[in-house]
């Protein structure tokens, strides 16, 4: 059933581009443990032992926390349509702002979207499918333009004061570095 592998073959790339959503898990050495479900058109294999997601606006920023104590990472896929498959990656992370030089390596890589606060890259160093076989059956009706809209409508400045309010510490107290160090 469970298969591990050292990089993501072209079968599984194709497999990563069909999905809709995925799941993000990290957590430091001490506090609650985070997933995350990520959905539009912001994940991207860069090769087969590197990926990279675009991390919008919410109302936490659980997951750069995690990263600035903590590198490690999952990633998991799950087939909702089609032939049963959960797929995850495993490695390590780095988290790049607007004030870093890869964060504007790597944008031109995902649509424009108002509300991108950061580009979390991992190197991929375990891949692992499992069967799926108790995935339930669902099927894509359309993605939710809520967090779109309302991004426009604060329009960059508001982002960045909402980002100082509510994205530069999380839940347990840990600095997301949303905020550069003076």
Request: glycine share 8%; hydrophobic share 35%; net charge negative.
């Amino acid at each position: 059933m469970g298969k591990q592998f050292s990089e993501i073959s072209l079968e599984l790339i194709e497999f990563i581009e069909r999905q809709q959503l995925f799941f993000v898990g990290t957590a430091a050495t001490e506090g609650r443990v985070n997933i995350s479900p990520k959905g539009m058109d912001t994940f991207r294999v860069l090769n087969p032992n590197k990926i990279i997601w675009l991390n919008l606006t919410g109302s936490g920023n659980e997951t750069a926390a995690h990263l600035v104590k903590n590198d490690r990472m999952t990633i998991m896929f799950c087939a909702f349509e089609g032939k049963p498959l959960i797929l995850r990656l495993y490695g390590k992370a780095t988290i790049y702002h607007d004030r870093d030089k890869e964060y504007h390596e790597h944008i031109g890589l995902f649509p424009e979207i108002m509300g991108s606060r950061q580009i979390i890259e991992m190197e991929v160093d375990l891949v692992q499918t499992s069967c799926g076989y108790a995935v339930p059956f669902m099927d894509f009706k359309e993605e939710r333009t809520t967090l779109n809209s309302w991004a426009e409508k604060q329009g960059k400045d508001r982002l960045e004061t909402y980002w100082k309010e509510k994205n530069t510490k999380s839940i347990d107290g840990f600095d997301t570095k949303m905020i550069p160090d003076i």
